[in-house]
């Protein structure tokens, strides 16, 4: 049966020719319209169903077998191909000898001393979040910046301290170690609190706990590269990340309040840490140290100005003004001149040692106590890097690989838990910079370890009189942009409520739970979302706009009518257990709404109704207020559904046995059910299910093929006994 559609668009059937026979005949003519020069498309061919496609196409079927699936693997286990993966773990292997030393050096020369610039103070002030010296966030961006540039595969980010991980680092070691018993306070000149010190016990005790949680990330991410599984992050949505990310940065935001004050306070975690904080907070404000608060003050004010600066000038400034670290020498300097510290009793940092970082020991004994947070760290970690990593690969046209990455990212963490380092990830403020400044390639980062080795071995004891309220300044401020983040709520609100719900949800489970409980209410409910999405999929009847083989949502163009004898109907989801019995009810919805039709209404007034439906009255249902009388339709029954199987991504055994039972179902209200455009993983699915072997002819490659086939069997059979529909109307 061949169809040519007629340039009124009726369908006309070619009767005399079986299915399968005939020729095919596409052409594609130009023509004139009223706005300008369109083509039009004539397809002469059989209406075909899919075994009959498979047929005379001689559809091939899938030869993996087991003896070539081990094939594959003997293949790829063969040692060539072991040292070619072997080889393609270490990027720096295949940009190196690439590197345009002319065209490149200088621009990776100077972004890499401008983002090492940034580390100096970032790192130090990142440290205090994890309860450890501000030396040690040195280590890490060191370490970080080092591997990286060997084992990393994005070419603009900066991988390395960061606040939201430090403060994650921060929290899970409360669960093992009690900061406030391990800290000590000596004196400064008038007997009053200075400095913040820690004997070497308390010191080796909490970089015991951060380094078993840097190990813990490390090994995670690595274990999640060798296994391919980087697509779990996609389980983030950017959503849930902005609400988390939000959340933790209040954490961030309070945790520096003691230091922006110059007060002492209790350490509090677990759930509701945040409301205990800032009721000890308020009822000890009358200790405020004065000297302190203002010094943090013109801080974030300088900090700002800045900032501002940088951006209303950005044109003029071939790098930005190092803003941290203008303030770190300005703060240093005037605590040691002015002697601050003796004066004002202002805190500062204290000792700082100089050298590579000493090799530390992760304190594998409460690995069990901390392995959630460890897996979390880890998880959120990459989830930031990859963001990022993608981000400015679309921005410059080239790929980054997420396993590698996780490898990478992997063995940062790893070795800086041997290092006396903690886990990182990577900056948004420094990947901006360094990408702004006009980096790369990887050898940004290492330029910038050179920097940091170099501070480390001798420059790092020169900000040992830098006050805390210094490094307070600069943790806020750079949240700025994070808090930013919920002016788009509104807009969020607009476009997805679904996404909205997410992240306020998680925001606020992340603001009084914690940001490890936080972590995994946030992403149960972000699937809970999903989920919700697939019980309530979008189905809809289509119908057939003229002079097309098009079939669209009802009433979507003018014109546009059903077929009569049919109904077409669309579920956009795919069928398996959740939405099986969703299916059957949706589909019966849209039946009995096709089969019904208005006959008269409160004011008498006839809707294109005959005397014998008025008689076949069987509902009525009330509509904006008016008493609508609804009949069956028995001029046109319906004695075909046609289920648009586009929609289907996948189907599984529950889905099968739908589809057996609805055409049953229906078969006894003499309506055929016939499926339409399956995709090659449903039908591989509906074969090996026996589907095939009895519902083989129900299937169609395209709605247009299926209407057309009911359109001819509507022509050529007698019309269906309605004994049943009046049964059913009694009923």
């Known amino acids: 049966m061949s169809d040519k559609t007629s340039p009124e668009g009726d369908a006309k059937p070619d009767l005399s020719s079986g299915v399968g026979a005939g020729s095919r005949h596409v052409d594609a003519l130009p023509m004139e319209t009223d706005n300008g020069v369109s083509y039009r498309y004539t397809v002469d061919r059989p209406v075909c169903s899919q075994k009959e496609l498979d047929q005379r196409y001689q559809k091939t079927t899938n030869t993996a077998t087991t003896s070539h699936l081990k094939a594959r693997l003997k293949q790829k286990c063969h040692p060539r191909n072991l040292a070619r993966s072997l080889f393609n773990s270490f990027p720096v292997l295949t940009w190196l000898p690439k590197y345009q030393w002319k065209s490149d050096l200088l621009r990776d020369a100077l972004a890499g001393l401008t983002i090492g610039v940034m580390h100096i103070p970032q790192g130090m002030a990142y440290a205090l979040l994890t309860e450890l010296p501000p030396i040690y966030g040195l280590y890490v961006s060191f370490l970080s910046g080092l591997i990286y540039s060997i084992m990393g595969t994005s070419k603009h980010i900066s991988v390395g301290p960061t606040a939201f991980i430090a403060l994650m680092v921060g929290e899970s070691i409360n669960k093992i170690v009690d900061i406030d018993a391990l800290t000590m306070q000596s004196s400064g000149a008038n007997g009053t609190e200075a400095v913040t010190t820690m004997n070497e016990a308390a010191l080796a005790e909490i970089l015991s706990a951060v380094t078993c949680v840097s190990f813990i990330a490390g090994v995670t991410q690595i274990i999640m590269s060798v296994l391919h599984l980087g697509f779990l992050t996609n389980y983030l949505s950017n959503t849930f990340i902005s609400g988390y990310t939000s959340g933790v940065a209040v954490h961030v935001l309070s945790s520096q309040m003691k230091s922006a004050f110059g007060m002492r306070l209790p350490r509090f975690s677990g759930p509701l840490s945040l409301v205990y904080m800032y009721k000890e907070l308020i009822s000890n404000l009358h200790q405020t140290n004065l000297a302190t608060l203002l010094l943090f003050t013109v801080a974030v004010v300088i900090i700002n100005v800045v900032k501002f600066l940088n951006q209303k000038f950005k044109k003029h400034l071939k790098i930005p003004l190092p803003t941290e670290l203008i303030i770190v020498v300005v703060g240093t300097m005037v605590c040691y001149f002015a002697k601050l510290d003796e004066l004002y009793n202002i805190d500062y940092i204290g000792d700082i040692p100089k050298g590579l970082p000493p090799t530390s020991i992760p304190g594998l004994s409460n690995a069990l106590t901390v392995l959630g947070d460890g897996v979390a760290v880890g998880f959120v970690s990459f989830s930031i890097a990859i963001s990022m990593g993608k981000l400015f690969a679309k921005k410059h046209r080239y790929k980054v690989n997420p396993n590698q990455e996780l490898l990478s990212l992997g063995l940062c963490n790893l070795v800086a838990s041997f290092f006396s380092g903690y886990a990182g990830s990577t900056s948004m403020s420094r990947s901006s910079v360094q990408d702004s400044v006009g980096g790369r390639t990887q050898m940004t980062d290492f330029i910038c370890s050179l920097l940091l080795l170099v501070v480390l071995m001798a420059i790092a004891p020169i900000f040992q009189t ?266």
């Open 466 to 731: 830098l006050p805390k309220a210094v490094l307070a300044a600069i943790i806020m401020t750079a949240l700025t942009p994070i808090f930013i983040q919920a002016l788009e709520l509104k807009t969020l609100w607009r476009r997805s409520q679904y996404e909205c719900v997410v992240w306020v949800i998680t925001w606020i489970s992340v603001v009084l739970l914690g940001v490890d409980l936080g972590l995994f209410i946030g992403v149960g409910f972000s699937l809970l979302t999903v989920v919700c999405k697939i019980q309530a999929p979008h189905s809809l009847t289509l119908e057939h706009i003229p002079d097309t083989e098009l079939y669209r949502k009802k009433n979507s163009y003018s014109n546009m009518a059903p077929v009569d004898g049919v109904l077409v109907f669309r579920m956009s989801m795919s069928l398996f257990y959740i939405n099986a019995d969703l299916f059957q009810s949706r589909l019966r919805k849209s039946f009995d709404e096709q089969r019904w039709c208005p006959v008269t209404t409160a004011n008498g007034t006839a809707e294109g109704a005959t005397s014998d439906r008025a008689k076949e009255l069987a509902v009525v249902a009330r509509t904006n207020g008016l008493e609508v009388t609804l009949a069956l339709d028995r001029e046109n029954p319906i004695r075909f559904i046609i289920v648009d199987c586009q929609g289907f991504n996948f189907i599984d055994l529950k889905g099968v046995d739908c589809l057996n039972q609805v055409i049953f179902d229906y078969l006894e209200k003499n309506v055929e059910i016939l499926l339409a455009g399956c995709r090659e993983n449903v039908m591989d699915l509906l074969n090996k299910a026996d589907f095939l072997e009895k519902h083989g002819d129900r299937l169609f490659i395209s709605v247009h093929d299926a209407v057309l086939y009911s359109k001819h069997k509507l022509t050529t059979e007698s019309p269906p006994d309605v004994s049943i529909l009046e049964e059913e109307t009694n009923a």
